[in-house]
């Protein structure tokens, strides 16, 4: 029987967590794509949250 933490996905990621997945060498283009609202992430102080959710979307086209 599978651990049902195997299943759980992130709410957010990091700038550079998402930029590994998205398979980026460095974050400005991950950056880009938040301020032209391709995927979606929250400012929190100074760091940006991003949407694992956003960021599946945008890959799957």
Do not use: C, W
């Not at 759980?8 to 590994?20: G, N």
């Not at 950056?31 to 391709?38: A, E, N």
């Amino acid at each position: 029987m599978s651990n049902n933490v195997d299943l759980l996905e992130p709410i957010s990621v990091s700038v550079p967590e998402a930029t590994r997945l998205l398979g980026f060498r460095d974050s400005k283009s991950t950056l880009k794509l938040i301020h032209q609202g391709k995927i979606k992430a929250r400012k929190t102080g100074r760091i940006f949250l991003v949407s694992y959710a956003s960021l599946k979307r945008y890959v799957e086209g």
